[in-house]
């Protein structure tokens, strides 16, 4: 029979289904591997080429370790939602639980086409009821919970409370957001809603007035990686920095685990690093700098205490509530304005930005604890409210952000600390208007004279013995902003009584979103949930209305693939203690620093309630590099309709115009598919090269609608199949590295396809599968197509096993191979990365079970050596004839046949051999003279 890939792949994709193949339970007597894919956001515009770059070689590696005996968990669900599904229900009026479902029944239908094997009874989605229970659930946890710095662990708030009962605040070592001091009768004495406000202090889910990005059209908070340049991504709509009352997670408690965490997986260097600098540990003293002519004082954080002695100004952060306190009246007004003009970046811009140093003098001075001498204090939206203090002492040359802002408004950088065994700045990077001659302080006190870790705690020593200060440690890492002024996210399972936060009892949830007439704030700015109806509790009190972020509903979805249908738990004792964490975890960068982190908390969080076995989350990560569009041009004569072909255009004054990739075939532009492309060149006039050619130019760019790059995986599995697209993507390139795509390379590997398959089928369609034994050469082929699949797929090296499977076929082909005992292993080989081909010729060479099934094969060392080997022979270090010998032959053997080769006469003749080199396996040199 001839390949017909697509009865071939709808046919298996159905027999999947039907036969539940890739369902998955609990089966203690196979050894677990969970493999998992970060689950996609379902756009409307469903899948392109990209996207599915991950899911193939999880699926490949997933197929892998099944074959190999593993009992195999590979999920897939959707991470449903999200702002862009709000934005389209605000212009359309349609709920965005119908967009949501439309865009995921188109997903799982460009999924199923491409032959994954997951276990669909256990898809979740993120914003049906049964899962965002769990969150909800989880959020009360951690309402109820606190960290306890001595116990190094989440424990009960309840805990807490008796302790304060008992003994106020004295004893109590737990993260916060401020020190609070109090006795047992002070806390006994205070009101049941300033005891709430007390305790809000310290649960790790609290309420609390943050600085946020907020974007008034789009009328609610955004993340970080939402806003760029200072307006939303989605919209372009104006963002400002603005201080509001909103939940958040006390992910900071974590900070030191977190970090220790990253010492036992099985992460990239890159990676790591990436979250270390997020996490951002760094060991200091924090000191008091009192501001002159006032009761006020700034306590500042610094990994140098030495350098205090070179401090030559002050910054605070624009959010910081000393600018207030410290600002003098004739500097107000200008310092007014810049705090109004610094809300208008975000975070992120203001902590990569330093060049565009801006700033303004509050006209007040500190005092250097140290020195006594008087510091110019200045507010600058470098100085971030959330990292340390929110204020800085700054020492120029020490810091190149400090020296960005010292020359940008003329301040001194002269006084700089050398103690002994520490080089002067490096003055050669100044700039010219710099004397780098000027004195630096070297009248530094206790200091003088000692290297740099010494001055550091002889300093530290200082700062404790005379009280202006601590030593500490401290984090960059922030508490992560949970709320949403929006409608479609987790509704908060929290209503308000007396203006506090209560969370509702776990047996009323789900609490489900309620239904609103419109998806934007209410007339008097509050959010969307603000317009349902009877928005409140059984006993009449309100519900919270905002809701949660998406990333809520993606920080522990990995745990609930491991028991979705429970309704008593999140996951079961038994089903966790059997999976437990993520073998394999398969994603892209852009999450290093959101997702991972909240993932790895929230994971961190459950194993301290006991409710998840594992600390660490995700065993081993991968990720995937990004396939890039390949565009393509035409070329249009300036001021005309005319087109001319890419190799003519030097003749003439031409503008580039992007083109429908689709319509281009290897560079060639289907003309007729271009005049109905678009109407405006139905009448295009075209100069083609060699006689009927118009041949578009290209450039490799992201793949994007807006450049007509965008390859829907639809059409390629069409014209080519799965299989094709499957182990063409594979082919691309490393998995790690971004790759553009290009269709130019796709026939090749539709032809091995073929090529495969007539190894078993003639070309009248008569299977030719033979039982007659198999050769050594054949038997070599195979054994060592084997070792370098195997080998290849636990380095996740998946383009250069397309590479060996040609190879394999093409050495096959040659020796007109037909033989069971070889292509049967060599089926099995394939079915991980073409598993519909595969599948039809187990079953045409008489299985009646899935190949999925089949055992790996094993390569045979007994195969993979070599009868024997070519020497290349040298006459003193110079290659003259190659022999071929046993390859168990011996040194003496070697050497005997080696002289007595008819070339070797010619190069001893009338000179004596004085020395025979004989590397086995390698070279034979003989020496002459």
């Known amino acids: 029979m001839e390949y017909n890939f697509k009865e071939i792949e709808k046919k298996w994709q159905k027999h999947w289904k039907d036969n539940k193949t890739y369902k998955v339970e609990v089966d203690n007597s196979r050894p677990k591997y969970y493999v998992l894919d970060m689950f996609p956001y379902p756009s409307g515009a469903g899948l392109h080429v990209g996207h599915p770059l991950g899911y193939i070689a999880s699926d490949i590696f997933s197929r892998y370790k099944r074959s190999n005996g593993f009992n195999v968990l590979h999920p897939m669900g959707y991470d449903a939602y999200g702002l862009p599904a709000e934005q389209y229900a605000i212009q359309t ?62 424990m009960p708030v309840s805990e807490l409370v008796k302790h304060f009962e008992t003994k106020g605040s004295e004893g109590i070592n737990a993260a916060c957001s401020e020190n609070l001091t109090f006795s047992a009768e002070e806390w006994n004495a205070m009101p049941v809603k300033e005891q709430q406000e007390t305790l809000l202090n310290y649960r790790i889910a609290y309420l609390a007035d943050t600085m946020v990005n907020w974007c008034p059209a789009l009328g609610t908070v955004l993340a970080n990686d939402e806003v760029k340049e200072g307006v939303s991504l989605r919209g372009g709509h104006p963002v400002e920095q603005k201080v509001m009352r909103q939940w958040s997670l006390r992910v900071s408690a974590y900070a030191e685990r977190l970090l220790k965490g990253l010492d036992t997986i099985d992460w990239t260097e890159s990676l790591k690093e990436i979250q270390k600098n997020w996490i951002g540990r760094s060991e200091g003293a924090e000191m008091v700098f009192p501001v002159k002519d006032s009761d006020v004082s700034m306590k500042i954080f610094t990994t140098r205490a030495d350098t205090v002695f070179g401090v030559t100004f002050m910054v605070l952060a624009p959010e910081s509530e000393l600018v207030n306190q410290v600002v003098t009246s004739d500097q107000k007004e200008r310092v007014a304005q810049y705090i109004a003009d610094a809300k208008k970046r975000t975070e992120r811009e203001r902590m990569s930005e330093v060049k ?50 010292a020359r940008t408004f003329g301040l001194p950088i002269t006084q700089v600390v050398v103690p002994h065994g520490e080089e002067p700045a490096d003055t050669s990077k100044w700039d010219d208007s710099i004397d780098s001659k000027e004195g630096y302080l070297i009248n530094s006190g206790f200091i003088n004279g000692l290297d740099v870790p010494e001055a550091i705690e002889k300093t530290k020593e200082y700062i404790r013995e005379k009280s202006i200060g601590e030593v500490k440690v401290n984090y960059r890492l922030r508490d992560a902003i949970f709320s949403r002024q929006r409608y479609w996210g987790e509704p908060f399972p929290v209503y308000y009584k007396d203006d506090m936060p209560y969370t509702l009892d776990e047996s009323k949830l789900p609490l489900e979103l309620p239904e609103v007439d419109k998806y934007l704030p209410t007339e008097q700015g509050e959010p969307p949930l603000g317009r349902a109806k009877n928005w409140k509790t059984e006993e009449g009190y309100p519900i919270e209305l905002n809701t949660m972020p998406g990333f809520a509903g993606s920080s522990a979805y990995y ?29 892209g960068t852009e999450h290093a620093t959101g997702h991972l982190i909240y993932s790895r908390f929230w994971n961190k969080f459950l194993y301290d309630l006991g409710e998840v076995c594992k600390d660490e989350p995700f065993r081993k990560l991968v990720n995937q590099g990004m396939i890039q569009g390949r565009s393509n041009f035409v070329y249009r004569i300036k001021g005309t309709n005319k087109f001319v072909s890419y190799n003519l ?37 075209f100069i083609l090269e060699e006689g009927d050619k118009y041949v578009c130019g290209w450039a490799v760019e992201k793949m994007s609608k807006s450049m007509f790059n965008v390859v829907n995986p639809d059409d390629i599995i069409e014209q080519y199949g799965a299989d094709t697209l499957r182990l063409y993507e594979m082919f691309l390139g490393p998995l790690e590295q971004s790759k553009p795509w290009d269709t130019n390379g796709i026939d090749g590997v539709h032809k091995f396809l073929r090529r495969t398959w007539r190894l078993f089928s003639d070309r009248d369609g008569q299977m030719v599968v033979t039982d007659e034994e198999a050769t050594k050469e054949e038997l070599k082929v195979l054994h060592r197509t084997i070792a370098k699949i195997s080998d290849d797929i636990e380095r996740f090296s998946f383009n250069t096993c397309v590479s060996a499977f040609m190879i394999c076929v093409n050495d096959l082909s040659d020796l007109k191979c037909h033989k069971r005992s070889i292509l049967e292993p060599l089926t099995v080989l394939l079915s991980p990365f073409a598993p519909h081909m595969a599948e039809e010729l187990w079953y045409l060479t008489g299985h009646n079970s899935s190949v999925v099934d089949a055992q790996w094969p094993k390569a045979e060392e007994k195969h993979l050596k070599d009868d024997s080997v070519v020497y290349p022979v040298s006459f003193n270090g110079k290659m003259r004839f190659k022999l071929e010998m046993p390859a168990d032959a011996s040194k003496e053997e070697i050497e005997k046949a080696a002289l007595a080769h008819e070339t070797a006469a010619k190069w001893t003749e009338g000179k004596t051999v004085r020395k025979i080199i004989v590397v086995p396996g390698k070279i034979i040199n003989i020496v002459v003279g």
């Open 93 to 154: 009026g349609q709920h965005p639980a119908i967009t949501t479902e439309n865009n995921i029944k188109r997903y799982r239908e460009q999924l199923d086409k491409i032959g994954f094997s997951y276990d669909w009874s256990r898809e979740v989605k993120t914003c049906e009821p049964d899962y965002y229970k769990w969150t909800q659930w989880a959020f009360i946890q951690m309402f109820n919970h606190y960290y306890d710095n001595n116990a190094d662990k989440a």
């Open 356 to 405: 565009k140093m801006t700033g303004a003098f509050t006209g007040a001075y500190a005092i250097n604890p140290l020195t006594n001498e008087e510091v110019p204090i200045w507010v600058s939206d470098y100085v971030l409210a959330g990292y340390g203090t929110g204020a800085i002492m700054a020492v120029p040359a020490h810091d190149s952000r400090d020296f960005a802002f």
């Open 649 to 685: 255009t030097k003749e003439y004054d031409v503008t580039p115009i992007h083109v429908d990739v689709n319509i281009v075939h290897n560079d060639i532009l289907d003309i007729e598919a271009f005049k109905n492309w678009n109407p405006e060149y139905k009448n295009a006039e």
């Open 559 to 587: 745990l609930r693939y491991m028991d979705p249908k429970n309704d008593q738990k999140l996951v079961s004792t038994e089903a966790n203690n059997y999976w437990q964490d993520v073998d394999l975890y398969i994603g």
